[in-house]
């Protein structure tokens, strides 16, 4: 079983930054472990927008691509996103993700382990 609790949602203006924390009750760092952020707007599905393998690979979607960075630090089981160039269009819930042996890193039905998730709101 793994835990995970995000933090440091909040309200932005466009242009800000974020930068997002997820904490893990046990190691997701060693083989095979992939965790990830997704979100959810109100009437939209959940969008996985970036994932980091365990061998450091990371996916992207073309949505936050050159925008957000997502990283890990193995020692504290945190992972983060950082959140650069905020736009109105990243308001939504933001929640990070932990599977095993994902082969598709930003399909939500790869990952068994949820965070509770955190509000995003960007002002234009």
């Known amino acids: 079983q793994v835990r995970l609790v995000e933090s440091g949602g909040g309200s932005v203006q466009a242009g800000g930054t974020l930068t997002l924390s997820c904490g893990a009750s046990?190691?997701?760092?060693?083989?095979?472990?992939?965790v990830a952020w997704f979100r959810q707007a109100p009437a939209k599905e959940r969008e996985g927008i970036a994932a980091?393998?365990?061998?450091?690979?990371?996916a992207y979607a073309d949505s936050v691509k050159g925008r957000f960075i997502i990283s890990k630090d193995n020692a504290e089981n945190t992972l983060y996103l950082q959140m650069n160039n905020l736009k109105p269009e990243d308001t939504a819930m933001y929640y990070c993700?932990?599977?095993?042996?994902?082969?598709?890193?930003?399909?939500?039905?790869?990952?068994?382990?949820w965070g509770q998730g955190t509000q995003v709101t960007v002002s234009s």
């Open positions: 046990k190691d997701i760092h060693t083989r095979l472990w992939t």
């Open positions: 980091l393998r365990s061998d450091s690979t990371t």
């Open positions: 993700a932990a599977g095993y042996m994902v082969a598709s890193a930003l399909e939500s039905y790869e990952y068994k382990y």
